[in-house]
């Protein structure tokens, strides 16, 4: 089976913003009037939960610790 998820890759700050976004128009749209656009409703609920749950990045390794300059 073909796994259809996309993944975004955000940095903290427009993560952030989009949150922002995705609150504000659930909020403005508590429930879907038209039946035909439900799907929006439902995909602005998808991202938002999934731009607040908090992933442990296990693809990228963790950055390499870098030496501090000896002084003479």
């Known amino acids: 089976m073909h796994d259809e998820r996309v993944k975004l890759l955000l940095p903290p700050?427009?993560?952030?913003?989009?949150?922002?976004a995705l609150e504000l128009?659930?909020?403005?749209?508590?429930?879907?009037?038209?039946?035909?656009?439900?799907?929006r409703y439902r995909a602005?609920?998808?991202?938002?939960?999934?731009?607040?749950?908090?992933f442990p990045d296990e693809e990228d390794p963790p950055p390499a610790r870098r030496r501090q300059a000896?002084?003479?």
């Open 13 to 20: 700050l427009e993560a952030e913003v989009v949150s922002e």
């Open 25 to 39: 128009y659930l909020r403005a749209r508590p429930a879907p009037s038209d039946h035909r656009f439900e799907y």
């Open 70 to 72: 000896v002084e003479d």
């Open 44 to 54: 602005a609920a998808g991202v938002l939960a999934a731009l607040q749950q908090t």
